[in-house]
Each structure stands twice: as structure tokens, then as C-alpha cells.
């Protein structure tokens, strides 16, 4: 087993291969490389990428594959969780307080505005490489983008043994390691829940993550775009196993803002493996893991 661990995408990036010898040892410095590529290109906070070129000038051409792409599999998101996952809220995560890389973002201070509108139309043309904002939007990728990214990393990885990809709590599993499973264990009020992953992925959404105080107020990065606020619920964090980390990471946000009944239901109903913890400090388990 060999291990490698860097920091990239706002975060610390952790992977495993079990595998030795130089070409695994190859592999997973590729895949620093590559994020780092990666990070260049989609990140809202670096003035020089393709996504903040995006957000200025409301249109890009020319649009690198991997923006499009990841573009493209946000607005998929967005029609199927009903609009509770949405890329368009970069301007209220701003307003929010989020307005710079986490670790920059002041523990306290005033208030800003107080939301922002969500929900705009995106025009993605694939074949000229041409991605269109609606006039005053612009777009946030950083959660999706993070495990869209571990996805990748860890298809890479996969070529020369199983992996497993830890994207600050966005994880992608390929193939089965020596032991069998891949254990991931899950904060939970009453300990730790242990998950045995053997391929897809992992995420988990919460309030307790990434919060900050404005005039005295929590705020968190969990927008729900039908306020344009910090969503405010009865779930304190949700972790769902899905087929995919990216897919894991949208409807982690998904049912988060969904809240507990609501939530569990729909696990239920798609069949997601989905562990809740409510703000009373109950733990539910639905999907799979029921």
C-alpha cells in the first residue's frame, strides 16, 4: 500500500493505492499534478481561471473540456434534486461571508447583504466549447468540483491497483483493497460509524464544517438557493454513499436541505446509503443502511 498526501482544491487531499513499486509511486504523483491543474482552472477564488474569467465577463469560449463537463453535470444536478443543489450561488455565498478562500474567511465581523438571488439560466454549447451566465449570475463548482476531482484521481490511480481518494471528506473508492472493504468511519453523536466502501463514493454536508459568525449570527458555506441564505433546518450533517463522489457530494447538499423526513424518504426512495444527524443529536440511518 502506498499513500500520498498534498494539499490541493482549498483542502487536504489524501490517496491510497495497493499497490507498490514505481509505477503506483508514479501514479500518485501524477494525480497531484493533476488536481493542481485542475484547481488552475475551475477554482472562483484564483483571478486566473477559467471559472472566474467565466464569472467577469458572463461568457467564455472556448471553455476547456473539464469546465464544460463539470458545468454540465452541476445544471444535471440541479434539475434532479429540484433546484436544492445549484451552482448558481456563488453571489450568496458571498453575501454570506464566503467571499475568499475558507481559511481567509474572519471567524466574525458585520454583516453583509442579506442573500442573493439564485437560480439563473446556463447555456452550455459542448461542441464549440461556449458556456453563457444569465445576466448577474455566476457560478460556485467548489463542492461538485471537489468530487467530480477525487472521481478522476482515483479512476487514475485505479489503473495500477484499488484506491481510494480522500478529498477533505469527498471520497472515491475503485476496487477492493487486501483487507476487503475500504473503512471510512462517520462522526456520529453516539461514536463513530464505520462503512465499508468497495467502489462509488462518499460525502458528507453539514452546518458544523465550514461556518463563521457575522454580527453575532452563524452563517455556514450550505446555501439554499431558494433564499439565498445559509439554509436553516432541523439536520445538522448528512453523509451519503452513491455511485460516484461527485454524486455523493450533490446529494449530500440535496438532503441536507431537504431536512429530516423529507430527507430520509427520499433515501429511502433512491436508494442512497445515508447516515443523518439531526440538531437534537439523533443519528438516523436510511437506504441501505436502515
Request: charged share 25%; hydrophobic share 40%; proline share 6%.
Amino acid at each position: 500500500m502506498q499513500r500520498h498526501v498534498f494539499p490541493a482544491l482549498g483542502t487536504t487531499v489524501d490517496c491510497l493505492v495497493a499497490a507498490d513499486g514505481a509505477e503506483a509511486a508514479r501514479a500518485l504523483l501524477d494525480v497531484e499534478a493533476e488536481l493542481a491543474r485542475l484547481e488552475a482552472l475551475l477554482s472562483r477564488f484564483r483571478p486566473g481561471s477559467q471559472l472566474s474569467e467565466l464569472n467577469r465577463a458572463g461568457q467564455l469560449d472556448g471553455a476547456a473540456p473539464e469546465l464544460v463537463e463539470l458545468v454540465e453535470a452541476a445544471l444535471v444536478a440541479r434539475e434532479e434534486t429540484g433546484g436544492r443543489f445549484d451552482p448558481t450561488v456563488h453571489d450568496a455565498l458571498v453575501a454570506a461571508g464566503y467571499d475568499r478562500t475558507f481559511d481567509e474567511v474572519a471567524p466574525d465581523g458585520a454583516s453583509g447583504p442579506a442573500g442573493a438571488p439564485c437560480g439563473g439560466p446556463v447555456e452550455v454549447d459542448r461542441a464549440a466549447g461556449r458556456i453563457a451566465l444569465a445576466p448577474g449570475s455566476r457560478l460556485d463548482l467548489g463542492g461538485i468540483a471537489k468530487g467530480w476531482a477525487a472521481d478522476r484521481a482515483c479512476a487514475h490511480l485505479a489503473r495500477v491497483g484499488p484506491s481510494l481518494v480522500n478529498a477533505g471528506g469527498d471520497l472515491a473508492a475503485r476496487g477492493r483493497p487486501p483487507e476487503g472493504t475500504w473503512p471510512v468511519g462517520v462522526d456520529t453523536p453516539g461514536g463513530e460509524l464505520v462503512l465499508g466502501l468497495d467502489g462509488g463514493g462518499l460525502a458528507t454536508s453539514g452546518r458544523d464544517r465550514r461556518r463563521w459568525r457575522r454580527d453575532g449570527a452563524e452563517r455556514h458555506h450550505l446555501i439554499d438557493p431558494a433564499t439565498g441564505r445559509p439554509g436553516e433546518g432541523d439536520l445538522e450533517r448528512v453523509t451519503v454513499v452513491a455511485e460516484s463522489a461527485a454524486r455523493a457530494e450533490v446529494w449530500a447538499k440535496a438532503l441536507f436541505l431537504a431536512g429530516e423526513r423529507d430527507a430520509a424518504a427520499e433515501a429511502d426512495r433512491r436508494g442512497l446509503a445515508c447516515v443523518l444527524v439531526t440538531r437534537d443529536g439523533r443519528t438516523v440511518l436510511t437506504g441501505g443502511l436502515a
